[in-house]
């Protein structure tokens, strides 16, 4: 790959040419003063929807604890009417309530009570096809568990449950259980969804749902502005748990989220602009928090960044990364931003993780990352990979992965400091540590590619100045 010398140049960097190669310095900008000063302004954005002080409680609708089609039908009938008054609370009472998929609407607040859960049918036939995502491609799939579509001023509250009670024998038996009666036709329609998405087919064309085996995912607004999902435990989902798409202003806070599924990422923010995320614990079978912007041709087509993220007073126990940028990085990724966060354990792969590769295109840059304690991971600290899934051999290399910041970070125990991949002719770019104290790490750093300055740093009680 050619890099030009414009690209270079709206880069900052100093390019010169030789006998037939391009040799490359890239200009580290000094870190600034104050590095969460732009989160600042971004959480002065970010506001709760606020509600009119009316309840519709779902008993009111016929909502009965021994049958799911009258609790279904409570549910819906509850939310139309809260909406039609001009918003309230949807309030579940204790109990356990069993249910179908929920759809929200405007101006209301699906408020599941301290003591009440909702249980969600485990019959995909259950959730009928709507707009959505899969893997950062477009279709018409299983409703999400809970899903709102252009909606404004939407949220769930309360200190209630909700369980997807996806298991080994329910919805994650699709990926866990080696059926060829299963596998042959997921792989088909992944297959064809990849085709359908390059080829740029309609997406009310793209029609999935039941016999292809695609998993809805839990938590979906779609094209929603003034989110609000807080309090609530989550358990047993089908697949990704929080996935705000295409959505402005969202807010998800003190949350408890225990989902040990296969790709149980527990919130993914895609395509979405000013977010917080904060107070939750994350035990999940993926990546706690992973951000994202679409893949490959579609995310290109849709072309909106996810931007203006802030994670912080949350603990990430569980995963393969505790924040997670990519890998469906395609329509862009920039300006993150993660404080005061407690990571670690056996079971955590990493603590800060960027991923993308050469089908991607787009772009990952401007990411914080500081006051952040890490008790162990079982790989690197931070890991970034130009050569995730696809790996290297594609036609759309990502614009740029770099303008990295992480300052303040401890951790007790990894493989690798720092693990970071990049291309001969698209290095990792303006990686700044300071302040950092990496204890107990087997291997050191691995470095390829990757311009990295250090200041304050110690690695095994050794000072690193960076490479």
Sequence with gaps: MTIPASYLSRRGWLATAGAGFLTVSLGLPAQAADNWAPAEAILKRIKAPVFPKRDFDITRFGASQSDQAKTSAALAQAIDACAKA??????????????????????????????????????????????????????????????????????????????????????????????????????????????????????????????????????????????????????????????????????????????????????????????????????????????????????????????????????????????????????????????????GGPELLRALRLKTNSFRGGYIENVVFRDVKVDQVAEGVLEVSLYYGEGANGKFYPRRVGGIVMDNVVCEKSLYALDVRGYADLPVDSIALSNCTFRGVAKGNRLEYAQVKATGVTINGQVWTGA
């Design 86 to 343: 001009g918003g309230g609370r949807v309030v579940v009472p204790a109990g356990v309530w069993p249910t179908g998929p929920i759809h929200l609407k405007s101006k209301v607040n699906l408020h599941v009570s301290k003591d009440a859960t909702l249980k969600f049918s485990t019959e995909p036939k259950d959730y009928p096809p709507v707009a959505t995502r899969f893997e950062g491609e477009e279709l018409m799939n299983y409703s999400p568990l809970v899903y709102a579509y252009g909606q404004t001023d939407i949220a769930i509250t309360g200190e209630g449950t909700l369980d997807g009670q996806a298991t080994d024998q329910t919805w994650w038996n699709w990926v866990t259980r080696k059926d060829t009666a299963i596998m042959t036709p997921r792989k088909a329609a992944i297959d064809r969804l990849h085709a359908l998405a390059e080829k740029g087919v309609p997406v009310a064309e793209r029609v999935f749902g039941d016999g292809h085996y695609l998993r809805p995912n839990f938590i979906q607004p779609y094209n929603c502005k003034n989110v609000l999902i807080e309090g609530v435990a989550i358990k047993g989902s089908p697949m990704w748990i929080v996935h705000p798409v295409l959505s402005q202003n969202v807010i998800v806070r003190n949350l408890r989220i225990d989902s040990l599924g296969p790709n149980n990422d527990g919130c993914d923010p895609e395509s979405c602009r000013d977010v917080l995320i904060e107070g939750c614990e994350f035990i999940c079978g993926d990546d706690c928090i992973a951000i994202k912007s679409g893949r490959n041709f579609d995310g290109r087509r849709v072309n909106v960044p996810s931007e203006n993220i802030i994670v912080r007073n949350c603990q990430m126990k569980d995963g393969h990364g505790g924040v997670s940028l990519g890998s469906e990085a395609s329509g862009g990724i920039r300006n993150v931003y993660v404080r005061d966060c407690h990571m």
